[in-house]
C-alpha cells in the first residue's frame, strides 16, 4: 500500500483560499491534510464565502491573527504556527503565494526542519519596496520544494541559484477559473442583480498602499471612473473603504461601489466585464485566463506574460488623464496564449510530491 503523507497547509488571503481549494481535491484522495488559516483577510466577504462557495474544507486551526503592521503580523503568525507544527508533526509545509501568512509558515517550518513547499515560486515583480517581493524571495530561499506556474518563475529561481526542487506545473489558478467558470455562470446572479448588460462595464478592484495610502492617487482614481464613460463596478476592499471615508471623497454616480464578493460573483463580473482595472496580482492573472483585457495600476507586474499581445497595461502613476485613456481607448489584443498552462497543475503537484516521498524513502 503506498504511504500517506501529512501536510500541513496554511492560508491567510483570498488569492491562496482559491488556489487551495484545487490543491486539496487533489491531496485528500490519498494524504492528510491539516488546515490553518492565519486569519489575515477574516470578514465574511473576504475570507468565509470563499470556504463555502470552493467547498474548501473547515480550518482544523483558525489563528484570527487579523490585520496589524507587517512586523506585528507576521511575527504573531509565526509564533502560532510553531505552536502547531511542534504539535501536528507532517511530513511537509505547504503554502502559497507571497502573503504574510507565507513567509511566516515558511519561516517555522524551516526552524523546526519541516521541508517547505511552496506554491506559486519564482514571481518577480523585481521591486523590493513590495513587500509581496520580500516575502516570494524568502519563502523560495527556505523552500525545498517549488512549484512555479511559468517557465519565466523557473528562470527567476535559476538566476538566484535555486535549481534543485524546481518543478515547472503550470498554475493551479488556472485549476480554478477552468473548474469554477460554468459554476459561476449557472449560480451567480450578479449580473441581474446590478442591471449589468455583458460587455457594457468595467470591473475595478483597487487595495495596494501605493494606490490607496494617497488621498490624491485615490481622487485621480475615482476621477478617471467618473470620467471614462463606462458604468464601473467596484467591490471595495475593506481597507479601501476605511481610506475613502478618511479621505472624504464622493464616488462618482457610474461606480457601483459594493462590499466585497464572493469567488464566483467576482469570476462571473470579471468574465462579462468589457475591461479590468487592478492592482491586484491575482485579478491580473484572472483577467488574463478570462480573455478580458486590463489595465494595472502598478509600476510593475510579476505577471509578466499578461503584457504580451497587450492583454494587460501597466499605468505607473495614478493619473486620471492616463487611466481615463486605458479604460476608453479600444483595445484589439494578440493571439492569446495557455502561457498558465491548460489546467491539471494540481494534479502535478500532488504527483511530484508523492515521487518525492518514495524517493526520500528509497534514500
Known amino acids: ?83 502547531i507544527l511542534i504539535h501536528e ?27 517547505v513547499v511552496h506554491v506559486e515560486a519564482g514571481l518577480r515583480s523585481f521591486d523590493r519596496r513590495m513587500p509581496e517581493e520580500i516575502n516570494r524571495v524568502i519563502t523560495d530561499h527556505l523552500s525545498g520544494i517549488l512549484f ?24 493551479v489558478m488556472t485549476d480554478a477559473v477552468l473548474f469554477n467558470r460554468q459554476r459561476a455562470e449557472k449560480q451567480s446572479r450578479i449580473l441581474d442583480e446590478a442591471g449589468l448588460l455583458p460587455k457594457n462595464y468595467v470591473t ?48 462618482p454616480e457610474s461606480v457601483i461601489l459594493t462590499d466585497p464578493l464572493g469567488y464566483l460573483d467576482m469570476l462571473q463580473v470579471m468574465a462579462n466585464a468589457e475591461r479590468i482595472i487592478t492592482d491586484s496580482g491575482g485579478i491580473q492573472k484572472e483577467a488574463y485566463l478570462l480573455r478580458v483585457p486590463c489595465v494595472t495600476l502598478r509600476e510593475n507586474t510579476e505577471w509578466i506574460e499578461t503584457l504580451d499581445g497587450g492583454w494587460n497595461i501597466l499605468i505607473h502613476s495614478a493619473s486620471t488623464s492616463e487611466i481615463t485613456k486605458a479604460l476608453t481607448e479600444p483595445r484589439h489584443p494578440d493571439s492569446w496564449i495557455p502561457v498558465f498552462g491548460e489546467g491539471g497543475g494540481a494534479e502535478n503537484i500532488v504527483e511530484c510530491l508523492e515521487k518525492q516521498e518514495k524517493t526520500s524513502l528509497s534514500a
Open 1 to 83: 500500500m503506498e504511504s500517506l503523507m501529512k501536510f500541513v497547509t496554511i492560508v491567510g488571503a483570498r488569492p491562496q483560499f482559491i488556489k487551495c481549494a484545487a490543491v486539496s481535491r487533489v491531496l485528500r484522495k490519498k494524504h492528510t491534510e491539516i488546515l490553518v488559516h492565519t486569519g489575515q483577510h477574516y470578514d465574511y466577504g473576504m475570507s468565509e464565502v470563499f470556504f463555502k462557495e470552493l467547498d474548501i474544507p473547515t480550518p482544523d486551526y483558525n489563528l484570527g491573527i487579523g490585520s496589524g503592521s507587517h512586523g506585528h503580523q507576521t511575527g504573531a503568525m509565526l509564533a502560532a504556527i510553531e505552536d
Open 204 to 251: 475595478a478592484t483597487i487595495h495596494r498602499p501605493s494606490n490607496t495610502d494617497s488621498a490624491d492617487n485615490m481622487r485621480a482614481i475615482l476621477a478617471a471612473f467618473g470620467s471614462c464613460g463606462k458604468t464601473v463596478v467596484f467591490p471595495i476592499h475593506p481597507r479601501t473603504r476605511k481610506y475613502l471615508h478618511e479621505y472624504n471623497l464622493t464616488v
Open 148 to 171: 512555479c506556474p511559468t517557465l519565466t518563475a523557473v528562470r527567476n529561481l535559476k538566476s538566484e541559484g535555486i535549481v534543485d526542487g524546481v518543478y515547472h506545473v503550470g498554475d
Open 89 to 115: 508533526e507532517p511530513d511537509m509545509l505547504l503554502v502559497y503565494g507571497d502573503t504574510n501568512s507565507t513567509v511566516a509558515g515558511a519561516l517555522a517550518a524551516a526552524k523546526l526542519h519541516i521541508p
